[in-house]
């Protein structure tokens, strides 16, 4: 059995099956067929398809080696989505609630002590949580929501491995949690081409303006380089494919109905990039974090696996 099982050509056709604008390819001309293979070997990368939100988290976290992998008994865990905007889910800003409910009660199921969700949000926080249906499904989960717009709640870090980015003020949360799962949603952005991993860690600081006036795609792999999530879940499930990050109606969203799961964020934010049609190298956060050692951009060297539902 070789290392290397990769997506197939079949999967990016029926990924990217009827959007608009996006090419069927994608994906094709880098991830090849994925073979049957026992869960057991480690997997770099999860992708799946045609499924419902919870449903394929489900068969990624179990091709990954199971929640319990990730999270032990009595351990505190910080889900980090997307919730930056006052949208409703189908405009695909926000990440999907129906998968960060699922994470969050698969993250209980292990065992945590507790799961709480927060962002610190561009748009009004409580419409931004109550809109995007995320603090309902939180909720209904047993999860906890926790506010991300107050700066006393922030702690100054720094970044021994930043070029341009030295230091910045880190949520709480993070820095006390056993666990820290992130939670993007796959979309395009105005100023940085796409948010998918890296970019969405700009929700877990308070000083994000500089990032901005300061080289965006730097500051993004400059951060990149001291935070690491546990595990990166990208919801693929509904995406925005034009005028992101808020997007202006559902026109700009088409439905590709997948997710992608790695404990690499560059490999995800590559892997996420290919299927929107993008080269993960025309990114340039995502090709300065592979430099810096962040991660793996080229995604040939990684042991994928793909599941069609």
């Avoid at 292990?110 to 995007?132: H, I």
């Avoid at 490999?267 to 300065?288: C, F, M, Q, T």
């Amino acid at each position: 059995m070789k290392r290397r099982d990769f997506l197939t050509k079949t999967f990016a056709a029926g990924v990217l099956a009827g959007a608009a604008g996006i090419g069927v390819d994608a994906l094709g001309k880098t991830l090849t067929e994925s073979s049957s293979k026992a869960i057991s070997d480690a997997y770099d990368l999860v992708a799946v398809m045609n499924g419902e939100p919870g449903v394929m988290f489900d068969r990624a976290i179990e091709a990954m080696g199971g929640m319990s992998k990730f999270v032990k008994p009595g351990q505190k865990v910080v889900v980090k989505p997307n919730i930056g905007w006052d949208r409703v889910p189908e405009r695909a800003a926000n990440t999907n609630p129906l998968l960060v409910k699922r994470i969050v009660e698969q993250c209980l199921k292990a065992g945590a002590k507790e799961v709480v969700v927060f962002d610190n949000p561009c748009d009004n926080q409580q419409k931004c949580y109550t809109n995007s249906g995320i603090e309902q499904a939180v909720k209904e989960a047993g999860g906890k929501m926790a506010p991300g717009n107050i700066e006393s709640n922030y702690v100054k870090i720094e970044i021994p491995k930043g070029k341009k980015l030295k230091q910045a003020k880190e949520h709480e949360l993070i820095l006390n949690s056993d666990v820290f799962i992130n939670v993007p949603i796959l979309k395009n952005h105005s100023s940085g081409v796409l948010t998918i991993c890296m970019k969405n860690l700009m929700g877990i600081v308070w000083n994000r303006g500089i990032w901005h006036m300061h080289d965006l795609h730097q500051c993004i792999a400059d951060y990149a380089t001291y935070r690491k999530p546990t595990l990166n879940v990208v919801d693929a499930y509904r995406v925005m494919k034009t005028n992101g990050p808020k997007g202006v109606s559902e026109a700009d969203v088409v439905m590709l109905k997948s997710l992608i799961i790695s404990t690499d964020m560059v490999a995800a934010d590559a892997a996420s990039a290919k299927l929107l049609g993008v080269e993960p190298s025309s990114v340039d956060y995502i090709r300065y974090a592979s430099e810096m050692g962040v991660g793996e951009m080229d995604l040939t060297k990684l042991n994928i696996h793909r599941i069609k539902i």
